[in-house]
């Protein structure tokens, strides 16, 4: 399959300027320009993103060229506000940047404007109907190019190469993985508490390209994306019987995994895309089982008397976390993939339900249930517990592609009580409401876009 | 013999009557214990709509039984003495009309995770269904389905609310 997007060695672009810059003058003295994800109170770094402006003012179907250079700009900034990291100055101290000076920046301008980091860029529609976009990362003070990077990427993805440009940036600032060129898949909300409208919907992780995948016809929980994105797992009341299904994006083809002896919920798939795993409930018992994505026999994982439910594989699909009830309320307790060596791995006081496995492997989200519903993440291993979140019910989290970042929904109190998604980051002092059209719950946060 | 009969029809007549009489906004919560007010299934047929009720279909059985509705604690899923007495009453009914076939809803509330109340819902659909066929009920005329915390029948967020929600429902398949 054509990749939507891809990346271009801008060796000395744009292509229209007619010199290289000079060889870059030697780095200032002092601290290397980085910012700290884990630092606890340091301020947002400033960093400038001037519209990126066009080779040439084209009409293009996803609009004009400089009008694209505008918006590409606000979404790269409004990612890099969303991580807390970064503060972009604000449109009034910013200016125009002609197209021949987006590799050769005025940093004399920037300096005074007190921004440490500069983003720009350019705009180029091709003759094949792709649109080019270069993207630029400078060190203000040492005026130095940090970054380059260019997109060719189809008009109606064109917001990914912003999504792109910000990723280079938070990368190559933070030192972590990108994450802001992803998407969430979620269940839309609305109507009465006592009948609510539940329908799949998908959007990229901004709010934006936001579209309905089901009909709101049957209850639909818990969605989670295959590794390869193509499509979702989810469980459904179709026909009244819950069960799991499989929804193909690209043909919004839904197919039913496991044949209906129980009600069959909690679906992930595993890391390689081979296995679902999921509970199942029978009789009053509910265990953890696993089948063959494409179909087949399903295996049981785990056999205790009690609920287990709530399964999550490490990254490398080896181990498996998941919550049970068997020693009284919900704990948490990670077991090999084929169900042996099962261990208890939560301890603290009230209950532990819905873990999920960073993607860095390093640690666990979960939701605590201690009067009030927060998130929180400890290590793989147990311990080294710390909650997030503080509010009357946060629950079910699910982790950004690069393990710094989480989602999980926000329930409000009574019949008039709002359902939202929101995100929070691992110091637990960035969070964020994400946007969306109606109320949303069970938010899961896909991979980075290929 | 007949005249027990005829106290029989008269009592089961006087139920439905005050089944009818004592039908309250939903909103309002009951007075503990009092599981006729218990919610309404949210998925049972209703009767003919000319106001004749069919012999054993869900709208009859709803105005002929004690209530369609169990309750139950905190994260708990055992059938306690107002239950039983509930589920006595069902047994009773089902066992008058044995062509009857049921499916048995289980309800959590709020405050507890989804997918945890989805299995909480199939312990309490479980527990009532083993109750009635305990009774003599034929497991085969008995499904379950669990709803978790996505059907509440009360919308407040305090422990009357929840009370009403943690729930077993028995509804007529028609």
């Known amino acids: 399959m054509k990749p939507l997007i891809y990346c271009l060695a801008l060796l000395a672009a744009p292509a229209l300027a007619q010199q290289q810059p000079a060889p870059a003058a030697p780095p200032q003295q002092g601290q290397p320009l980085e910012v700290s994800v884990t630092g606890g109170v340091s301020a947002p770094m400033p960093i400038a993103i001037p519209a990126m402006p066009a080779a040439a003012v084209v009409d293009t179907p996803a609009g004009s060229t400089d009008a694209l250079g505008r918006q590409l700009a606000d979404i790269v900034a409004n990612d890099l506000r969303n991580s807390g990291l970064f503060s972009p100055l604000s449109p009034g101290r910013l200016r125009p940047v002609a197209f021949g000076e987006v590799n050769t920046p005025q940093f004399d301008y920037w300096g005074g404007t007190g921004a440490q980091a500069l983003v720009q860029g350019f705009v180029r529609a091709n003759a094949d109907g792709t649109l080019t976009v270069g993207c630029y990362l400078f060190d203000v003070f040492a005026k130095t190019e940090l970054a380059r990077q260019g997109f060719v990427v189809s008009p109606a993805e064109w917001r990914r190469a912003a999504h792109k440009c910000a990723d280079a940036v938070y990368s190559r600032l933070t030192g972590e993985g990108p994450y802001f060129d992803s998407r969430i898949v979620y269940v839309s909300e609305t109507g009465p508490k006592a009948k609510r409208v539940k329908r799949l919907a998908i959007m990229d992780q901004d709010g934006a390209n936001h579209r309905f995948l089901t009909n709101g016809q049957s209850i639909v929980l818990t969605p989670r994306f295959a590794p390869n994105q193509q499509s979702i797992v989810y469980m459904s009341y179709l026909g009244k019987i819950p069960s799991i299904y499989v929804y193909d994006i690209g043909s919004g083809r839904q197919r039913l995994v496991v044949q209906n002896v129980a009600t069959t919920f909690a679906p992930r798939f595993s890391p390689d895309g081979r296995w679902i795993l999921f509970s199942q409930a029978q009789a009053g018992n509910t265990d953890l089982y696993r089948v063959p994505a494409g179909g087949g026999a399903p295996q049981r994982l785990t056999s205790s008397p009690g609920i287990d439910t709530g399964g999550s594989y490490s990254p490398d699909g080896s181990r498996i976390v998941f919550e049970s009830d068997r020693s009284g309320g919900q704990q948490l307790y990670v077991m090999n993939a084929d169900g042996s060596n099962q261990q208890r791995i939560s301890f603290g006081g009230g209950r532990y339900a819905t873990p999920v496995w960073s993607p860095r492997g390093d640690l666990i989200a979960f939701t605590r249930l201690s009067g009030d519903f927060r998130i929180g993440v400890m290590n793989a291993s147990g311990g080294g517990e710390k909650i997030l979140t503080n509010s009357w019910q946060d629950e079910g989290p699910s982790w950004s592609p690069n393990g710094r970042a989480i989602t999980f929904f926000r329930s409000g109190r009574g019949g008039a009580g709002k359902a939202d998604l929101w995100m929070v980051d691992l110091t637990g002092q960035v969070e964020r409401r994400i946007p969306t059209p109606l109320d949303g719950s069970d938010p899961a946060w896909g991979p980075l876009r290929p | ?174």
């Open chain 2, 1 to 174: 013999m007949a005249k027990l009969n005829h106290l029989l029809l008269a009592a089961t007549a006087l139920v439905a009557v005050a089944g009818c009489a004592k039908k309250r906004p939903e909103q309002l919560p009951p007075p503990p214990g009092d599981a006729a007010t218990a919610g309404e299934a949210q998925t049972g047929q209703t009767g003919p709509t000319d106001g004749v009720v069919r012999p054993g279909s869900n709208e009859d059985f709803k105005r002929s039984v004690q209530s369609n509705t169990v309750l139950f604690g905190v994260d708990l899923y055992d059938i306690d003495a107002t239950a039983r007495g509930i589920l006595d009453d069902q047994a009773a009914y089902l066992a008058r009309f044995p062509q009857v076939r049921i499916t048995i809803e289980g309800h959590a509330d709020e405050r507890g995770t989804r997918e945890y109340n989805l299995a909480l819902g199939d312990r309490r659909a479980n527990a009532a269904k083993n109750y009635l066929a305990a009774k003599g009920i034929d497991a085969g005329r008995m499904t379950t389905i669990s709803y978790g915390k996505e059907r509440p029948v009360a919308l407040g967020s305090d422990e009357e609310s929840w009370a009403q929600n943690r729930r077993a429902v028995t509804v007529v398949l028609n």
